[in-house]
């Protein structure tokens, strides 16, 4: 059983900085694409960056210049390092994989809570 398992969301003030971390088992992510996105309440489920199996990443306008992906597949494991964190950023964040890098997004996480307050 595929299990993405995020940590790391918290509360913190505007301008602050915040690393989640996503953990994968049942899988080796050596090959997938992985992504993160995030839901904020009444809100539509966004991208916010992806990271392919070579390196390659794409941002979201609205984290560009501020968060970075990254991954580390000896330990299955997918980041986002948030800095500059804005009220807006607030939200639920979601690790998900993509086995193809095809944008189907196989497996998800549970996310975890970012709250930034002004």
């Known amino acids: 059983q595929v299990q993405l398992v995020e940590s790391g969301g918290g509360l913190v003030q505007a301008g602050g900085s915040l690393r989640l971390s996503c953990v994968v088992s049942?899988?080796?992510?050596?090959?997938?694409?992985m992504g993160w996105f995030r839901q904020a309440p009444g809100k539509e489920r966004e991208f916010v960056a992806s990271i392919a199996w070579n390196g390659g990443t794409v941002y979201a306008d609205s984290v560009k210049g501020r968060f970075t992906i990254s991954r580390a597949n000896a330990d299955n494991t997918a980041y986002l390092q948030m800095n500059s964190l804005k009220p807006e950023d607030t939200a639920v964040y979601l690790c998900?994989?993509?086995?193809?890098?095809?944008?189907?997004?196989?497996?998800w996480g549970q996310g975890t809570q970012v709250t930034v307050s002004s």
């Open positions: 049942g899988r080796t992510i050596r090959r997938d694409t």
């Open positions: 998900a994989a993509d086995p193809f890098s095809d944008a189907t997004w196989n497996y």
